[in-house]
């Protein structure tokens, strides 16, 4: 058995629909097929969310546009007939709009879940329903009914013991050969949808794979596979053909976006392959992640994270910075969920660079912070990693930028340049 994981590229119009089909129809094995929503729809879907929280209510307009879209990829794939996915579609759109209409508490995060969520059922409903009118049978799931988590809506963790024990039963294969189901999203063990947090689809396809010990993964993207660089800033970026388990954990950890830092840990654990491919060219090698005792690329590998803040910190009473003031300050990060990407001290200063946030959030952290430290932070940084660097590497990245920190270890070196 194998399981797929079509991006949100890779779905997100007629065209790409029918690629899926063809790819899923060249697969002699059995099947589990995951798939993120439509194109930009989670995006398009958090505006909603947001719009309606501001009090707005142009979210219907918005919702309508995001219905048409469907509804016009639909009719490419289905023609206009009375196919049943219609009333399905429909549906789905009512219901949302139903519960954006209904809700008047300010739970920001759980309504978050309940409305974004509807992008993989949406895309996941009309791939199943395309694949059976082109011919091939095939189940729907709704992985919300065994994929439990903890009720931290829009970063769920994932209950494996529950889920281990659910998803073993709903993906037996006793009368299916392939499934269909959506990336992203669970629920608590009240019942309530929850998310795993942007871009995790890719972790539902590996976390589903190794609870049924799968042979491989693949992840169909639209690139051709993980790149020592972003070829979209390096005419040069030259693709990995393989790479280790932990080396794709290291470069997700220092923000390599390819991999989601969840990805990787549930095939390590159970080794299984992760293959990431282009859906346009699925006959191309693309990347494997794997076991590779002692990997080591033949060349760096650049990761460059843009809008970054460095806010650094001094005690009032300048005493040396100790655990104490440290303890405060992460405290405080960790209450505000910030996410620190570097972090550096001195004697008299601690400084950490994070991505950038919403202004109000920096101002809560600014304020949370006044009382016992001075405060600087300078916006608008980059960070760049360099793994296995070299002299060329480094002189490449850090031309005509200021260096604000370097630190160095024996496999990375990072810089926050402005
Ligand atoms: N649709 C979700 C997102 O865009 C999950 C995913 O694509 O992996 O974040
Ligand atoms: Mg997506």
New binding site residues.
Partial sequence: MIVYKF??ASVKDADSIKRLYSIVSNSKENLIIVV??MGKT?NKLERIVALKMKGSNSYHEALIDLMNEHIKTMKELFGSGNNAIFDIVYGIFAEISKQLEDYNDNNYDFIYDKIVSA??ILSTRIVSAYLSVAGIKNRWIDIRKHLKTGSEFREGTVDMIVTENNIKKAFDFANDNIYVTQ??IGSDSEGNTTTLG?????YSATLIASILDAGKVILWKDVDGVFNSDPKLFKDAKIMKELSYHEAIELSFYGAKIIHPKTIKPAQNKNIPVFIKNFKVPDTEGSVIRYIEGFRPEFPVFIVKNEQILISVTPKDYSFVVEKHLSRLFSILNKLKIKVNLMQNSAVSFSVCCDKMESNKLKELLSGLKNEFRVLYNKNLELITIRHYNDEGISRMLKGKQILIEQRSRNTIQFVVK
Avoid: I, Q, Y
């Fill in positions: 991006g949100g993120s929503a989670t992008g993989e990336g992203f942007r871009e995790g689809s890719d």
